[in-house]
């Protein structure tokens, strides 16, 4: 096993203060493109890999029997911030389905939405299963499990849906699982390797006329379409999405996972930061981004998640981040 390689630093008063390491494959049809660390590291994709979730829902018809959208699909593969264009989407596609918050099994946590949060607790109002970040991807849960008529615990790992997830993890990795953990929503996670991962985002972005590749291309197609629905208003899927405007579809995960899929290049990356920080695997897969063209070096979404200056509260800087040697130079 390789070591994981230094990737983004951090600097404060001239001295080296934080080194975040970890593993980043890029894969194209061609085949591993580029690596760092060890591209056989397992990992968990946690919600990076919520468009391979999504696949069932496709190629099992349930999608478009249900007529869903482009919306519904950015959903599925959404990890939204609970926001009221995210709450009374994922509502209504339930509403549709004859369905409602009861019938989701991901839990409720408080919205990441400023607006949202401020007005649950003003009004001293719960959240519900519908502000969780994972409620869009359930919703698909759903619609798949009422296509089938297959029972209401869709989360449990014997469940029929979590096996075809399963199955098409293994196929699109090219890896068999390499280990099964439950996610924060309850829905297992299937372990595989940073570079099964890149190889699984080469697979999407290169898509393919049978019915998965097409399944591929719609749930890509829909995220890059919809990037306010993926993420939400100041985070960085949805920024740097909107700045590479849909020409390719990035998406995080939990403990700094990240994944990007470009479809012009059959191009798809994935990167582990092994603390589970999140703003250095932001940095890295900007950093990623620019270094493969997709990216102006000098646009403001670069400076906010990479080169820009970190300020404390009172507006003051006082460190900055930095490509560690040996990673990338821009």
Known sequence: ???????????????????????????????????????DAVIFPRSSCKMIQALPLLESGAADAARLGTEQLALSCASHSGARIHVERVGAWLDALGLGDPDLRCGAHMPWDPAENRRLTCSDEAPCQIHNNCS??????????????????????????????????????GEPIAGMGIDGCSAPNFATSVAGLARAMSAFACGGEDARGQAMRRLVQAMALHPELVAGEGRACT????????????????????????????????????????RASEAAITALLVHHGFLEANHPVVDKYLTGPLRNWRGIEVAERRLAEGFLRL
Not at 2 to 11: H, N
Not at 139 to 153: K, S, Y
């Open 1 to 39: 096993m390789m070591a994981a390689a230094d990737l983004i630093e951090l600097w404060r008063g001239g001295l080296p203060e934080s080194i975040h390491r970890g593993h980043a494959v890029v894969w194209d049809r061609g085949g591993m493109v580029e690596a760092w660390g060890d591209p």
């Open 136 to 173: 869009g991807k359930h919703a698909g849960f759903l619609t798949w499990t009422r296509h089938h008529g297959a029972g209401p615990d869709y989360h449990l790992p014997d469940h029929p849906l979590q096996q075809a997830i399963r199955a098409a993890t293994e196929d699109v990795t």
């Open 239 to 278: 920024d740097l999405m909107r700045a590479m405007k849909g020409r390719v579809a990035v998406k995080t995960g939990a403990e700094a996972v990240f994944i990007a899929i470009a479809p012009d290049r059959g191009m798809g990356i994935a990167l582990k930061v092994a603390d589970g920080a999140t």
